[in-house]
C-alpha cells in the first residue's frame, strides 16, 4: 500500500480527532453545567451558535469515522484480512448510534425555541435531552474502544508503523470498555478521580497514530 493511502487515512482521523475534540469536549465544557440545569439553559441561550457549531462538528466527525475504518482498510488489510474485517465492523457499528444520538442535540435547540415553556421546565426538558444523549454516547464508547483492539492490533504487527502506538492504542480501547462496565456497576465511579484518566491513552494513541500517518506515513513500504 502507497504512502498516499496511509497519509489519506492519516489526514481522515486529524478531521476525526479535531472534530471529536471540539463537539465533545470544547463545546460542552464552555456551555454544560454538572448539576445546574437553570445555568445550563442560560449559557445555551446566550451562546447558540456555539451549540449549532457543535452539532455540525459532530456530523462531520462521524461522517470522517465512517470513512476512516475503510481507508484503513485499504492500508492494513495485508497484515491480518480478518483482523482488518473486524476493525471496519466494529467502527461500523458505532456510527448509526452516534448519529441517532445528535437528534437529542437539536431536541435541545427545539426545546430553547420553545416559548411556552417555563424556566424550570426547559431547564428539565434540556437536562432530560442532555442525559439521553450521555448515555448514546456511552453505549456508543463500547465500540469506540471495540475497534481500537483489532486496529491498535494490526499498527503493532504492520511493521511500517510505530509498534508503541500500537500498544498504546489497544489499552486505550481497553479504557473505553472499562469505562463502560465501570459506569454501569459501580455507583460511585463518576465521582472518583481515575474517570479523568482512564480515556487517556485512548486519546494519545489516537492522535499520536493520526498524526504519524498524516505526516509521515509508513516508515518503509509494506512489502
Known sequence: MSGTSTRTAGVIYLMVVVTGLFTLGFVPSQLLVDGDPARTVQNLMANEYLWRLGIVSGYLCYIAFLLL??????????????????????????????????VHLLEVLTVLGNAALTPDAMAAAVSAELSTNRNGQLMAQIFWGLWLWPFGYLVYRSGFLPKLLGVVLMVGGLGYVTHFVATLLLPGYPDMAVVRWIRLPAGLGEMGIAGWMAVRGPRRPPS
Not at 480478518?82 to 441517532?100: E, K, N, T
Request: charged share 10%; hydrophobic share 60%; net charge positive.
Open 69 to 102: 475504518p475503510l481507508e484503513l482498510y485499504r492500508v492494513l488489510q495485508h497484515v491480518h484480512p480478518r483482523a482488518a474485517v473486524v476493525m471496519v465492523a466494529l467502527a461500523a457499528v458505532s456510527a448509526p448510534i452516534a448519529f441517532l444520538n445528535q
